[in-house]
């Protein structure tokens, strides 16, 4: 069954680097999407890329955040000068179209440590 | 914006016991959907509803719809420990974008 795949599993950084997260999408599907979960909470919306752009973000997907799909196959999240606060599981997802729906295949996320 | 609300916050069954876990949404849905979350993994698709009146079944789990579209519940029948984890019901936002609820956490006790 095709799966999304998300690299690393695990980064620790300090504040104030640059983290990359990967995120490898179903092949054949349209939508790409990042949420971020921190530890005990909920599971929070971040951004939405569609036809090479975003679709809609979230007010946490401020100016240190981007998104980039480049080269067809990789769909990755740059976190510019990371905090203390950006410490959660990062998810990746895809979204596919079934008889209408948007059905969405999660990946097992990227857990960022900032210390 | 539109919220889904989720409840209970977390729940805690006997083992075979029934469950029903529900969320409300502040405008009509276009399409629901559950997820289930283990604790530390992602998010796995149970179902999706997008008809009012609606309801779906996958071995022991029914989700339902209401029939205005803005009321969904997931029932369990039986529970077992493998139900165990994060219950969360999405919605389609329209431009294919996904919300969730803040999730009910179920444990089974044995």
């Known amino acids: 069954e095709p799966e999304v795949t998300q690299t690393p599993s695990h980064q620790v950084t300090q504040m104030g680097q640059e983290v990359i997260l990967r995120c490898v999408p179903i092949?054949?599907?349209?939508?790409f999407y990042w949420y971020r979960q921190i530890l005990g909470q909920k599971v929070e919306f971040l951004v939405s890329f569609y036809n090479n752009e975003i679709s809609e973000k979230s007010e946490i997907f401020d100016d240190q955040f981007s998104v980039e799909r480049p080269d067809g196959s990789n769909f990755t999240l740059k976190i510019r000068s990371t905090k203390l606060e950006d410490s959660a599981m990062y998810f990746c997802a895809s979204g596919g179209t079934f008889s209408g729906a948007n059905v969405l295949t999660f990946g097992a996320g990227s857990r960022l440590t900032v210390l | 914006s539109q919220e889904l609300e989720q409840s209970p916050q977390s729940l805690i069954v006997q083992e075979g016991k029934n469950l029903t876990i529900n969320c409300t949404s502040s405008?009509?849905?276009?399409?629901l959907y559950w997820y289930k979350q283990k604790y530390g993994e992602g998010l796995i698709f149970l179902m999706m509803l997008q008809k009012g009146g609606e309801e779906k079944s996958h071995e022991k789990i029914t989700a339902k719809l209401d029939e205005k579209k803005q009321q969904s519940s997931l029932h369990i029948t039986a529970s077992q420990p493998s139900h165990a984890g994060i219950y969360l019901c999405g919605a389609d936002m329209g431009n294919n974008d996904m919300r969730f609820g803040a999730g009910t956490r179920l444990t089974v006790k044995p």
């Open positions: 092949s054949n599907h349209l939508y």
């Open positions: 405008k009509t849905l276009y399409g």
